[in-house]
């Protein structure tokens, strides 16, 4: 599965963005969806996941829960990640995973990554 990430960017603390990730390779639809995000010293973490097929089931870390939103598309193979009232502490590498399982929320559990897309909240 190749993922590519999109739609990062600059954006005002208070502010919206929503980032893409658009997957090719495999039956979209068969692969648990996830974001992570990076941000300059700090580990990779959780930030949402959204079960395969329909994506009955989503989960959120508790720094972006009420916040973002994560959604699927299958017939456009893409995933979503709507950002709301975004922070500075939201200012990060977001990353894009695929997941051999239904869901999953811990890094571990994704065989396949994006390259990564920059949000930058400024203060």
């Known amino acids: 599965v190749q993922l590519v990430e999109s739609g990062g960017g600059l954006v005002q603390a208070g502010g919206s963005l929503r980032i893409s990730c658009a997957a090719s390779?495999?039956?979209?639809?068969?692969?648990?969806m996830g974001w992570f995000r990076q941000a300059p010293g700090k580990e990779r973490e959780f930030v949402a996941a959204?079960?395969?097929?329909?994506?009955?089931?989503?989960y959120y870390a508790d720094s972006v829960k009420g916040r973002f939103t994560i959604s699927r598309d299958n017939a456009k193979n893409t995933v979503y990640l709507q950002l709301n009232s975004l922070k500075p502490e939201d200012t990060a590498v977001y990353y894009c995973?695929?997941?051999?399982?239904?869901?999953?929320?811990?890094?571990?559990?994704?065989?396949?990554w994006g390259q990564g897309t920059q949000v930058t909240v400024s203060s």
């Open positions: 995973a695929a997941s051999q399982f239904s869901v999953a929320t811990s890094s571990w559990g994704y065989n396949y």
């Open positions: 390779g495999q039956t979209f639809s068969n692969y648990g």
């Open positions: 959204i079960s395969w097929r329909s994506g009955d089931n989503t």
